[in-house]
DNA sequence: ATGTCTGCAAAGCTTTTGCACTGAT
DNA sequence: ATCAGTGCAAAAGCTTTGCAGACAT
């Protein structure tokens, strides 16, 4: 995640806390900061660990209660798949189209421009339409790997 | 769900436990009868009352394991919802494009042909691709006009 | 001073697991 | 007769909640 995100996004939450007259907590920030250095998708064990690291031990509920405030900010995005609760940061990310190894759990964002327009050009019914998600589901090259190496040990027994 | 439907993933299921070695328990076939018996998703806690009401009662174990192997055969799809976890019978449905409503929380099938048809153009990057889901996100008619009528009254206030 | 936010611990859910028994083959 | 499958109850996770105290405004 690029340095300048970072300032951005904590612009938009300063922003909106002030606007809402809501607190801005050292707690908000440093969930931010954290959630903004990773690379790529995290659960919530992961996050708490490396804010303990790098900042200062914060709660679980308080953990919670920032994410779900950045997810409505549309500043992180959730991912519920088989293997627990995924999220990531998505300050200006259009797509919302995602590669999930169904072995290892990784997720990766994908480019999918024609998808996105042939979409736009899908007529929902009864339906006013907000955001959206594409999951393409498959095993990753790394995984791939691993496999095939199994299936070559699994010969030469 | 058609009734036609029921017998043909009945056989499905029978052919795949056969040809495992697996057993033809009562249970599992109940619990494909009331999966096919709904129309649209249902929680477990939902699919475990019309079982106790139109069968006999199966413990939540059962429930899920039962639910699992379905799952893995495609004759179930499970829904991720923020709401919680939403199960749907899937047979010879080639759509895999869904509409949540992120108030009520119904899921409805849609047909996006064209999302479909860009999505097989669109390559990927390391990565072997098995299945796919898109939802898309957003508020169905009959929420949107519940949020109507309450905008309303507040006006007449 | 005010009222929001946090931390803690408990509660609430959903899903999984271990084990003894049952029953499909 | 086997041993996979089931039910039960406990365990294990994950997320939410209630409340008292802390702190941003």
Redesign the pocket.
Known sequence: MKESNKTAVRQILAKY??E?????????FA?LDAVYSFNGHF???ELSEKIEKDY???????????L?LFVNLRLVVCH?L?L??MYQASYASTSHCYQVCTICGKVAEMKAPKVELALRDTRLKRFRRDSYSLYVYGVCSTCVAKLTREKNKKKIK
């Open positions: 806390l002030d809402n007259k809501l607190r801005k907590t050292p707690e908000r969930v659960s919530i064990q200062f031990p914060i709660s679980r509920a308080t953990l919670y209660n920032a779900n519920r088989s627990g609760t």
